[in-house]
């Protein structure tokens, strides 16, 4: 059984005016947006899911509504054979020990009042976890687990790279012992020079802690490198799945050809034909179908 089923799930978002939400008639600026729109998947355990797509193509709200920080409209979440959508919030709560989330910008996700010891402790106090003595061990411990010094719990994050940032929000999401982490574009807002070592530190606590990821990005040869599966999110929808070498190799959707193909190349000479994507070229309510062997594509 995998460790997450998601079926159907969609969020939508009214726009334009409160003053035009009404029984009476609803210009077209004010009607619901789909964000997520019939999105359906499934994680096994330990696995390296990615989730890619452009900016805006609901990658981010997805995870959202995995976790709950933003509630779904409608369709079904299961982890681990419990039904993420019908517990109350106290159930919710011991449930997010097992579920965490590393956020995108590490400038925006840390509290600036607030010591990285701190940041790092407050799950544990939140969940009722150990004593005071018990839980400043724990801190020490995620942050030689991360690469940090444990002398350094007192600063304030304005006093770290981005780079070290990231590395405390990644030692908060596993202050809990969690099995299943959504990295949600982890390395984007960092130099390219510190990327790679934070990508190696996450793949190598994956391989310690027994974890299972959800891995979202824009950067295709970052998916390339360490998923083993990737679904391709466009317009708030799923457009093709499957095992990722399948989609690289022999992408089937229009819009996962334009992707692959504005990746850039180390040669400048190698001949390269960039892709426009023709909107015209499908049928953007088009169902996936299994195109190839645990190949999907919406075509």
């Not at 729109?37 to 990658?59: M, N, W, Y």
């Not at 990508?199 to 606590?205: N, Q, S």
Request: charged share 25%; net charge positive.
């Amino acid at each position: 059984m995998a460790l997450l089923d998601v079926q159907h799930l969609t969020k939508t978002f009214e726009t334009g005016s409160l003053f035009t939400r009404s029984r009476r008639v609803v210009p077209a600026s004010a009607r619901p947006r789909f964000a997520v729109d019939d999105v359906s998947f499934a994680i096994e355990r330990r696995e390296v899911f990615g989730l890619v797509g452009e900016s805006g193509s609901g990658k981010t709200t997805t995870a959202r509504c995995l976790l709950r920080l933003v509630e779904p409209t409608s369709g079904r979440i299961v982890y681990d054979g419990t039904d993420v959508l019908s517990l109350s919030p106290r159930d919710l709560r011991r449930l997010r020990r097992h579920m965490q989330i590393v956020f995108q910008d590490p400038y925006s996700s840390l509290n600036p009042r607030m010591r990285v010891g701190d940041i790092v402790e407050e799950p544990l106090i939140v969940h009722g976890i150990g004593s005071r003595e018990e839980r400043r061990a724990r801190v020490r411990e995620l942050f030689q687990m991360v690469g940090l010094e444990a002398d350094h719990l007192s600063r304030r994050p304005e006093a770290f790279s981005g780079g070290q940032r990231q590395r405390i929000g990644l030692a908060r999401a596993l202050a809990l012992n969690p099995s299943f982490i959504v990295a949600d574009e982890p390395v984007s807002a960092l130099d390219v020079s510190i990327q790679a070592h934070i990508i190696d530190l996450l793949m190598d606590l994956r391989q310690r802690l027994g974890l299972t990821l959800l891995f979202i990005a824009h950067d295709l040869r970052l998916v390339q490198r360490i998923c083993a599966r990737a679904a391709v999110m466009y317009d708030g929808r799923i457009v093709e799945m499957g095992e990722t070498a399948a989609l690289f190799s022999w992408p089937r959707h229009p819009y996962t050809k334009a992707l692959l193909s504005a990746i850039p190349v180390a040669d400048p000479d190698a001949r390269r034909q960039r892709i426009v994507l023709d909107v015209q070229s499908f049928d953007r309510a088009a169902p996936l179908r299994e195109v190839e062997p645990g190949h999907y594509a919406a075509v």
